[in-house]
């Protein structure tokens, strides 16, 4: 502690790069946003409980404008802000951000993340994009108001009533998916490279493969969305049209279903993305809590990866009714039904864990068994949709809402309350008054039901999703007193979760001081001192047995084992089930899981190339328009940068350090030339007519070639950082990972060239 | 032994060079002959997919590597692959289509 102790403010808790402190970070900013979008949600359901009245205290303060209560266009942005809010910027940063960067390294007995600085890089990217959130509230036209999903053509044009804070949110959200790549490749990293000695798979807690999981899904599909929103961006701002069509689009144009095929690409994912750290969470607080070892861990791990990389192919699912093509509807829909197999073979070992256990009905536990019952709900009610015939019904209605409230603003929410009330000794060294704990979990058990229940029972009714006002239609004014209870309900739900706001400031000054290991529990994070030492671990663990280990016969007067206790026990696997080792250094696995991102990055864009102008009426061809042998000599630059920058880590090997200098600088000069050929390239094409908004063909070249000559300029300016570096000898001890790890970008860079050049310029 | 290693490298480095450079006229001939568009498209095909397995392979020295290095780059190229192709049905086979079509 004492290093710690003498570096300032600032350092310490503003721009630390301890795990410990960027969770805490994640903590206070997802439950502030949290807060502010459960203020929003309480506004939508007086709306819609008392439309066009005013709102009663501080309705003057937010809509001066109008006399203190709501006009049409507010509900839009108030249930797009509330929904983008509540999933990237409260859930996410909470279940990810928090629980991911405190527990992993804890649990798998590491002393910090892989890359700390890129840790602390991706906070910090998360706070700008809250930044730039917070301030679209505040744009001429006001917040976003097109959806959380962003639809186009709505989102994608200008001319609507959608002004600049649709922009903000974009960018919000674009920085936020920045900021979970960079979590992703750490978390991804750590957990394969970091575990303590003797931590094989088999030891991990279920939370860590959650977590896991989750991020793998992240950095796979998140680019998809991110190159979805850029595009929608310039359908904005630069006048093109990859996402709109007939009237909206003068110069022909794109398709508003490839957007959704983008968003939903990364969007059902996203809902896994979420939930897969409670599921994992769940299993272990059950376990803890019921005393015994979690039933079927393997079982339970192979269907959370099943679920995984199902949740990849059944997007669709959410575009029934978009007028897709009637037999991909189906094969997604029994997809999406088939996901409902390994789900419940988790679902049941939850039980069977719980069987027979000896339970002990902590505040946690009480959190975690919510999960297990609201998810039934949720999980159930999801079948229904997932049936096409039946979806055509009740899409875009309350039952839509009502599930995926079940799912996320239930399940989920009582599970990051499950994470908090359970780590919370850990984190702040202080116990939660558990008291206040179940109260709040009793009155949110009853509340959020009150809420969410009647939400299915007026969408069966037929009451549509996202309308402000109920009141003008007949066939819903049946419906409408249970409208105005649900307003009453959200009220008293949102009004109990002071409680645990109270109870969270509250016991973070006055609270208990907590024991190391207040919970009983097996995993690693509970034999550190609560909060943990800064490196974690007074003395690095090493692990002879797995995450569950309670009742076992030879743990003596307790009944349960640390996963560093050596024991003498037949449990003792050590030596059969050390943790492998891995033969790859965590830079090169970083930079190449920082790849699959890349990839999945450009199949969003060449992917919608290809598609939009295969689909295209209008055949234009690259060849007609495009000065093919400059392109090709410009080809033959990157080619020859890429053997410059191989050429400079075969010096690094050879312990040739001014070659690798010349080799380097070489490689920056070429990459700088294909730059400026480029530049030249565009400037006699824009003058000859040929503009980013010329045609679909035109905006697909300028922002596929434009983004990869973005990703050339950062790879130059990386490799003009090493080169500064490698002035100096204390350098060269690093040099080959840094010179690896960058050519490996370096020629990624070049392969996208290689397919643009033959997709672009010569089909 | 790191000295002869690397010669190897040497050799091998340069011809991959002059493979990749060598590909890309070959591309640009064949865009500029005469040949039906369908057979210009697999030529196109091949020398694309031969151009980044070269750079992978040797580059990127992807030969050398474990089998589950492998996989982050073929995974996902898989995905994008698939991903594609589902979506030509909506993207591709619907666009030239109109409203009334569709219903
Ligand atoms: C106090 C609890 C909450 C209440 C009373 C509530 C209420 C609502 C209401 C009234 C809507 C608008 C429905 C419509 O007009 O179509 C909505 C939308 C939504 N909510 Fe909540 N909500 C709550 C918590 C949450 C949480 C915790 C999450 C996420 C984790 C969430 C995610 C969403 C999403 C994604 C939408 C869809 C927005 C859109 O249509 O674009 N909600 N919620
Ligand atoms: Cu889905």
Known sequence: ?763 | MHETKSNVGLASYIWVFAGLIFLTALEVLAVSADFSKTAVLLFLLGTVAAKALLIALFFMHLKSEKWWVWLLPALPVLLSILFIFALFPDIVYHAAQTFEHRI
């Not at chain 1, 229904?384 to 239930?410: C, P, R």
């Open chain 1, 1 to 763: 502690m004492s290093g710690h102790g003498k570096e300032s403010f600032i350092s310490r808790f503003v721009f630390s790069t301890d795990h410990k402190v960027i969770a805490i970070q994640y903590l206070i900013t997802g439950l502030l946003f949290l807060g502010f979008g459960g203020a929003m949600a309480l506004l939508m359901r007086w709306q819609l409980a008392f439309p066009w009245q005013p709102i009663p205290f501080i309705g003057h303060l937010l809509f001066s404008s109008s006399g203190g209560f709501l006009v049409p266009e507010h509900y839009p942005m108030l249930f797009t802000m509330h929904g983008s809010i509540m999933v990237f910027f409260a859930i996410t940063p909470i279940l990810l951000g928090a629980l991911g960067n405190y527990s992993i390294p804890l649990e798998i007995g590491a002393q910090d993340m892989a890359f700390p600085r890129l840790n602390m890089m991706s906070y910090g990217s998360l706070f700008l994009g809250s930044v730039l959130i917070t301030i679209s509230f505040f744009m001429p036209g006001g917040a976003a108001g097109s959806g959380w999903t962003i639809y186009t053509p709505l989102s994608s044009s200008t001319t609507t009533s959608i002004g600049w804070g649709q922009d903000l949110l974009i960018l919000g959200l674009a920085l936020d998916g920045v900021s979970l790549l960079m979590g992703g490749i750490n978390y991804i990293t750590t957990i394969v490279k970091l575990r303590a000695r003797g931590m094989s798979l088999r030891r991990l807690p279920l939370t860590t493969w959650g977590l896991f999981f989750s991020a793998v899904l992240n950095t796979v599909w998140l680019p998809l969305v991110v190159a979805a929103l850029i595009m929608v961006l310039c359908d904005r701002r630069l006048d093109t049209a990859f996402f709109t069509a007939g009237p909206l689009a003068p110069r022909g144009g794109g398709q508003a279903l490839l957007y959704q095929h983008l968003f939903w690409g990364f969007g059902h994912p996203e809902v896994y993305i979420l939930i897969l750290p409670v599921w994992g969470l769940v299993g272990d607080l059950l376990s803890v809590f019921s005393r015994k070892p979690a039933f079927g861990y393997a079982a339970t791990v192979i269907s959370m990866s099943t679920i995984s990389v199902l949740s990849g192919v059944v997007w669709g699912h959410h575009m029934f009714t978009s007028g897709m093509n009637p037999l991909v509807g189906k094969a997604f829909m029994f997809l999406t039904i088939s996901i409902s197999i390994p789900t419940a073979v988790f679902f049941l070992n939850w039980l069977a864990t719980l069987w027979r256990g000896s339970i002990h009905f902590t505040t946690p536990m009480l959190f975690a068994l919510g999960v297990v019952f609201v998810f039934a709900i949720g999980g159930l009610t999801g079948l229904y949709n997932a049936v096409q015939t039946i979806d055509v019904y009740i899409h875009d209605t309350y039952v839509v809402v009502g599930h995926f409230h079940y799912t996320l603003a239930a399940s989920v929410l009582f599970g990051a309350f499950a994470f908090i009330y359970f780590w919370f000794p850990k984190i702040f060294g202080r116990e939660m008054n558990s008291f206040l704990g179940k109260l709040h979990f009793w009155l949110s058990l009853v509340l959020l039901n009150a809420v969410f229940f009647p939400m299915i029972l007026v969408g069966l009714r037929g009451h549509m999703r996202r309308i402000a006002d109920a009141t003008g239609y007949t066939f819903l004014q049946p419906v409408q007193n249970l409208n105005v209870w649900m307003g009453w309900a959200a009220l008293f739900l949102v009004g109990s979760q002071l409680i645990f706001f109270i109870n969270f400031i509250v016991s973070l000054f006055a609270g208990r001081k907590a024991s190391s290991n207040p919970w009983n529990a097996a995993s690693l994070a509970w034999t550190t001192s609560s909060p943990p030492p800064p490196e974690n671990f007074e003395v690095v663990p090493s692990v002879y047995r797995g995450p569950h280990e309670y009742s076992a016969p030879g743990s003596g007067d307790r009944d349960w084992m640390t996963q560093s206790e050596r024991g003498s026990s037949a449990t003792t696997f050590a030596g059969k089930e050390t943790a492998v080792s891995v033969p790859v250094t965590s830079g090169k696995l970083g930079i190449w899981v920082f790849l699959v991102s890349e990839i999945m990055l450009f199949t969003g864009f060449i992917g919608s190339y290809i598609v939009l102008r295969l689909g295209n009426p209008v055949k234009i061809s690259g060849l007609q328009v495009l000065n093919i042998p400059l392109l090709a000599i410009n080809t033959g630059v990157l080619l020859t940068s890429s053997l410059t920058m191989a050429l400079s880590l075969r010096a690094v090997q050879m312990r040739d350090y001014v070659n690798l200098r010349r080799w380097l600088l070489l490689t920056a000069g070429l990459g700088s030339l294909f730059l400026m050929i480029k530049f030249f390239d565009y400037l006699h094409m824009w003058e000859s007519g040929f503009t980013i908004s010329s045609n679909l063909f035109g905006s697909c070249y300028y922002l596929l070639t434009g983004f990869h000559a973005l990703h050339v300029l950062s790879g130059i300016v990386v490799i003009l950082c090493l080169w500064f570096a490698s002035r100096k000898p204390a350098f060269w001890t690093v040099a080959e990972g840094r010179v690896e790890g960058s050519g490996l970008y370096w020629h990624f860079i070049d392969i996208v060239w290689v397919i643009l050049f033959a997709v672009l310029c010569l089909i």
